[in-house]
């Protein structure tokens, strides 16, 4: 009984004095963003997000999504000429190599702002999800068919 009573009571506390070293590894703390904006058509046009992810780290890292209440849905795309067809793709990832960048641009990868719910001169919360957890919410300006000045 009394092993039982001591398994029983130490096993959560193992994982909880465990859990705090799990998430600070999963921390993008060596990732920056610069130029973050999105590019705004119409309500019923999908809007499009760039930004330059730069890691200082000697880790590499991969954002694999990212949200917005200002979207409806919030995707990573890339666009691929395919046999001379421009095409836009969804994937899974898009690495930051360490000591390097990733830049999310047109005619690249980018975000795929479904049903947005913005109009230029907004400034929209997103939130980058990084591969490990890591998450790194930002506060990105909203501009029109002509983008960033």
């Known amino acids: 009984m009394r092993k039982t009573l001591l398994a029983c009571c130490l096993a959560p506390l193992a994982v909880a004095l465990a859990l ?8 993008p703390a060596n990732i920056t ?19 330059t992810l730069v890691n200082t780290g000697d880790i590499p890292a ?10 409806g849905a919030l995707m990573l795309h890339e666009s691929v000429n395919m046999g001379g067809t421009a095409m836009m793709m969804a994937v899974t990832g898009v690495p930051v190599p360490a000591h390097g960048q990733a830049e999310l641009v047109e005619g690249g ?17 997103v939130t980058l999800d990084f591969a490990g957890g890591a998450t790194l919410p930002l506060r990105v300006p909203v501009y029109g068919p002509a983008g960033a000045p």
């Open 20 to 27: 705090p070293v799990q998430l600070l590894a999963a921390a």
């Open 109 to 125: 990868y980018h975000l795929m702002c479904m049903q947005p719910k913005m109009q230029p001169g907004d400034e929209v919360a």
């Open 62 to 71: 991969t954002l694999i999504g990212a949200t917005s209440p200002a979207c």
């Open 33 to 51: 963003v610069q130029k973050p904006w999105i590019r705004y058509l119409l309500p019923n046009i999908p809007a499009g997000g760039y930004l």
